[in-house]
């Protein structure tokens, strides 16, 4: 019996960097966009059912814990969706001219550029950084052209291990019982069901942010590539749902829907009309994917279904997004209410929804497993 750990997983999803690679080479050996698109399909389904075969069709194989397992449904997913946005986003005139190096850079850091001939590696500014510009970066996460990549990624890998310290306070200060608190079992009502699912939220805030950053900040230092933080804006203080999931969410999950939606599926079905209603559909298909991701790795890493709720949580928003900006659309863009009622707008939609969100991660006790771990 193998007992499959993180080293094990980068071994494996390391091969399938080295397949795309391949796949890329071979294209433009043969200068060939449809070879590419081929092989480029046989890798990415090859990375979605890396989990799956490890999980139920390896009977010599064995997650070390549920962190391994999640972790390799998540990359598979990802990669999936990576190598997708690889072959179909661009066109065969920048696909042709994709060196390895990038291709490897891409994949470790999702980084902000896109296949340029060289990442920059020195400041775009020849006005020196001030103190004021680290601490407005470490805090805000706002782009700053006067910070080298080295710079970016350091203050990055602080932010990271400060959204650590964060989460640890917080699952220290926070009782067992307060952690497996289920929508069930409380009122809607309650102030205490608002706020403790408001704990929730910052509980995902802090370690998604704790992962990406220190991973991502890593790997950017390590190529001097700029990398962008989890969080380009405090997803606490949002101004509607999709200022919420576009502006202030995890923008590396949206870059890569956005192209996806927006780029891959019109060049997939040949529709290439840009109306509005053909711009909200697509937007609904970027969050239709999203609920297919959380569903594929909370099924693939726990052994059992969400009972659709990831999948109707990501649609709810879709449609509300749709919403928004179909009236933002038929208002010329101009606010209808104050800021503060759009806020408040806002956390409501996210609170009535974020049952269905949380509760599936409850009921198999990850918040209590992180006090554990982390607390």
Known sequence: ?????????????????VFTCLSVSIAQFLQSEKILHILGIICASLALYVPIFL????????FADALVSIFSAVTGFLFTLK?????????WSVQKQITLKQILIDFSTFPQ???????????????????????????LGRDEHQLSPREKNLLIIIRGLSQLLCLRLLLHSTPYTVLRLHSQNSHFFSIIHFFIY???????????GMVINLVFGFMGFVWNVPIRSVYPGYPFLPLGLHDFWSRRW????????????????????????????RIISAGVFAFFVSGLLHEFMYTVSMDRWSGGKYMLFFLIHGLLVGLELTLEGLFKRKPLFPVVIRWMYTILALYSTSHLFCDPWIEVDCFATLKTYLG
């Open 1 to 17: 019996m193998i007992i499959i750990t993180f080293l094990h997983l980068y071994i494996i999803y390391g091969f399938i960097i």
């Open 250 to 277: 995890n923008i590396y999950i949206k870059t890569i829907l956005h192209r996806i939606a927006f780029i891959a599926l019109p060049k997939l079905t040949g529709v290439k009309d840009k109306s509005n209603a």
């Open 113 to 139: 550029y896109k296949y340029e001939v060289e990442p920059r590696s020195i400041r775009s500014s020849s006005i020196s950084p001030t103190f004021l510009t680290y601490f407005t970066y470490l805090i």
């Open 83 to 91: 190598i997708i946005e690889l072959i179909f986003t661009y066109p």
């Open 55 to 62: 999980k139920y069709h390896c009977s010599y194989t064995e």
């Open 198 to 208: 408001a704990l929730y939220g910052f509980i995902f805030y802090f370690a998604l």
